[in-house]
């Protein structure tokens, strides 16, 4: 039901900008933005269906990406990933002082 009437409510605002189209009042500055807020509120009715014909699964084929995805085989191949050995190189320690230095104050 209100997939109906969203749809109905999308169309009035169309009818709207019809009528000032056919008075000639489209060219003034009342309506331009009585154009303007007419689309608005058609394009909120519209959206609105939208979202309730996707919800409701009547726009799957639109998900072609989703679909294809699916329906593509699967395929999986078995790779070792390279381990590197650990570097052994011969590094000497690193040298400590065995007394801490003083701080200059």
Known sequence: MMLVISIVMGI???LGIAWTI???TVTTVDGLFM???L???SAVFFLNAFWELRDRGAL???DKKKVAAEAAPRVTTNVT???MPKPTA???PA???SQPKESEG
């Open 81 to 83: 990933p390279k381990v």
């Open 60 to 62: 799957a084929f639109l």
């Open 35 to 37: 154009s303007l807020i």
């Open 22 to 24: 056919v008075t000639g």
């Open 95 to 97: 040298k400590q002082d």
């Open 90 to 92: 011969n590094v000497p």
């Open 39 to 41: 689309l608005t509120l």
């Open 12 to 14: 009035v605002p169309l």
